[in-house]
């Protein structure tokens, strides 16, 4: 059973452009969302992380935007790079809970020179 | 300062065969997990220890055991590898309760044929 739904699935972006990343969830009970960035190969690394009392976080050029309401989270590239190049993968957790992370499917992104 | 530290990098099983996927961390990490990451899958629990001496089922338990055999070691063994066993196996590590990032080691990639 999916409870975050990733979309889109793979995404090309031309350098210089802006990638968005959308997570939705259906467990209201999470309330810590990650997006973690994986390069081929490697084990995925902590990119940018959100609590749901705050609508938008920005470190660098990674923005998460969150959306208690609708229960969507995204995140923006701006300026996407060459070297952004990846698999994004968005998570959820409930803090107070299991230890559980539930993970979307991931993004492939690349973007072009 | 590894992080964590998986063995092996890669192997492939006949069906049937057995083998203990090995994960150690030096970070002094209470919490350690086990994940499998298929294509359009993302990354999927399979067990996970929330503190040294307990373990506990995650979404894809069947067919796996694992052990905590100390703080800084967490092991998954197959019993009898089947080829829907064919992925590549994640060892992660958190510190509870202070951090919710997990760090990933750099992945088993197993095949069975």
């Known amino acids: 059973q999916q409870q975050v739904k990733q979309s889109p699935q793979s995404l090309i972006v031309q350098k210089g452009g802006i990638s968005i990343i959308n997570c939705a969830y259906e467990?209201?009970?999470?309330?810590?969302f990650p997006w973690y960035q994986q390069f081929p190969g490697k084990g995925p690394a902590l990119l940018i992380a959100?609590?749901?009392?705050?609508s938008e976080k920005k470190e660098g050029r990674f923005t998460i935007s969150f959306n208690k309401s609708a229960k969507q989270f995204s995140l923006h590239i701006m300026d996407s790079q060459p070297g952004d190049s990846a698999t994004y993968f968005c998570?959820?957790?409930?803090?107070?809970?299991?230890?559980?992370?539930?993970f979307g499917t991931g993004t492939r992104l690349k973007v072009l020179a | 300062n590894a992080g964590v530290t998986q063995t092996p990098k890669f192997q492939v099983l006949k069906t049937g065969q057995s083998m203990t996927l090995q994960c150690a961390q030096d970070?002094?990490?209470?919490?350690m997990y086990w994940y499998r990451q298929d294509p359009g899958m993302g990354l999927r629990l399979i067990y996970y220890?929330?503190?040294?001496?307990?373990?506990d089922k995650g979404e894809v338990p069947n067919g796996y055991n694992v052990s905590r055999l100390n703080k800084r070691e967490f092991s998954l063994r197959l019993e009898s590898a089947a080829p829907s066993q064919t992925s590549v196996y994640f060892c992660?590590?958190?510190?509870?309760?202070?951090?919710?990032?997990?760090?990933f080691g750099p992945g088993t990639r197993l095949t069975v044929t």
């Open positions: 970070m002094n990490h209470n919490s």
């Open positions: 467990n209201t009970a999470f309330d810590y």
């Open positions: 998570a959820a957790l409930t803090t107070s809970g299991t230890y559980k992370y539930i």
């Open positions: 959100i609590r749901p009392d705050v």
């Open positions: 992660a590590s958190r510190v509870w309760p202070n951090s919710y990032e997990q760090y």
């Open positions: 220890s929330a503190s040294e001496g307990t373990t």
